[in-house]
């Protein structure tokens, strides 16, 4: 047995040779060398944990990942297909598909990625999602705000995720007048194009943004905790200041509303029997909660730190011994009687996204023992230019704290250094 790893992340915080070293046959990885790069990390000289490693210049060459990927699953003998990055799911469920492997499979991938069929899905099982429609011309956009008013909210149709695509760059595009919405229609909807398959107009939904994150290991939720940002990411998203992503805490009512709602919807959508999830919800002011998305593998960002933090485990090695059969030391020794992970601290993330300029200054590396992780991934006198997409981060860390109170003390304390002592122009 053999587990072949598309991987288009940096190396070190995935050690999947470590995460699987007791898996028969070993471990199989194409990794990706822009991406390695851009994690500051030097090349590996040699294979490492790996039975084989296999680095390409970037996963955006997909003819030549397609055809790597296929020779080694049969030079290997493949047996298992491990994917975490939404650009690759379908490429690991076409693989196993191909080769008769276990695991997510075209068909069953459409509910996390095709946004109508989601929210359909969702609703049908009771769960709210806000008004949408796919976006096919500018006249039907301009009658689904007829009905529905502005803010309007234009996404991805296929594939959840905050990437350029288009909705526009660096993620999903929100128009909250109605000349924003004329230039938007005259940029999305050229004159000699024709009718567009790839975008979606949503009801915008006033509300705190809330994500809930975990993982699936035999058909049951093992992991799973809901975080609230508590700032505006639109702020984030226009160049505004630090943005701080927290946990929440146990006693908080919303914790067991939201860990219901995720179960019910991960019921509604019939995902594979093991995998990572990432769901974010609305929170309105009128207390009700709004589905937004779903998808069946790990958020973005550092979330997947976070809940390494929180429960003591990354949730990624979870999955991919979940997916591979192997056996779950952590569950085992933690779970409670309902066979999920209980928290054993809070934990959040404080983020500054990269803007245009000159970097001037960086901030000092902080040594408190509950910094889980740090980074800042750019240097003084280095040009930055338009960010890439909503994950393009200037810096970002990860702390941890006995409750959500003390841990956003210190995110705060962190992200006001970020703001005075990062200076671009």
Do not use: N
């Not at 011309?137 to 991805?156: Q, W």
């Not at 035999?218 to 609230?228: F, H, I, K, L």
């Amino acid at each position: 047995m053999t587990a072949l790893v598309l991987h288009r992340f940096p190396l070190d915080p995935f050690p999947y040779d470590r995460w699987l070293s007791d898996f028969d046959g070993g471990v199989v990885m194409i990794a990706a060398r822009d991406a390695i790069a851009a994690g500051g990390e030097q090349l590996p000289t040699g294979l490492g944990g790996y039975r084989h490693l296999e680095i390409v210049d970037t996963f955006e060459d997909g003819e030549l990942v397609d055809r790597l990927a296929r020779d080694l699953a049969y030079e290997y003998q493949v047996t298992h297909v491990i994917a975490h990055h939404e650009a690759d799911l379908h490429r690991a469920a076409a693989l196993r598909e191909k080769f008769g492997l276990p695991g997510q499979l075209p068909a069953g991938l459409a509910s996390f990625r095709d946004r109508v069929l989601m929210k359909r899905k969702l609703a049908a099982a009771g769960l709210e999602v806000a008004p949408h429609a796919p976006a096919g011309t500018a006249a039907e956009v301009r009658a689904f705000g007829a009905v529905h008013g502005l803010p309007l909210l234009f996404t991805d149709l296929d594939g959840p995720g905050s990437g350029t695509g288009p909705a526009g760059p660096a993620g999903p595009r929100i128009v909250r007048t109605g000349e924003e919405l004329e230039r938007y229609l005259a940029e999305a909807f050229a004159p000699a194009a024709g009718p567009r398959e790839d975008l979606l107009v949503e009801a915008f939904v006033a509300g705190r943004t809330c994500h809930v994150d975990g993982v699936v290991a035999g058909g049951r939720t093992v992991m799973a905790w809901p975080s609230r940002y508590a700032d505006d990411p639109g702020s984030f998203r226009s160049g505004g200041g630090a943005l701080v992503d927290l946990t929440l805490d146990p006693s908080d009512p919303l914790t067991p509303r939201l860990l219901t709602l995720v179960e019910d919807a991960l019921g509604a959508l019939e995902g594979p029997a093991d995998h990572a999830f990432h769901a974010k919800v609305f929170h309105t002011p009128d207390d009700r909660l709004v589905l937004c998305e779903i998808t069946a593998r790990p958020a973005g960002g550092r979330v997947q730190d976070v809940l390494g933090a929180v429960f003591g485990v990354h949730p990624v090695e979870l999955a991919a011994r979940a997916h591979v059969g192997l056996r779950l030391p952590a569950v085992e020794a933690r779970a409670r009687s309902g066979g999920r992970l209980e928290p054993v601290r809070m934990a959040g993330q404080v983020l500054m996204r990269k803007r245009m300029g000159t970097v001037r200054a960086i901030p000092t590396t902080p040594e408190e023992p509950w910094v889980e992780f740090y980074g800042v991934f750019a240097e003084p006198g280095e040009v930055i230019g338009d960010p890439v997409d909503a994950c393009d981060f200037l810096a970002v860390a990860v702390l941890s704290a006995p409750t959500r109170s003390e841990c956003e003390k210190r995110l705060r304390a962190l992200g006001g250094h970020f703001e005075t002592e990062i200076v671009v122009g």
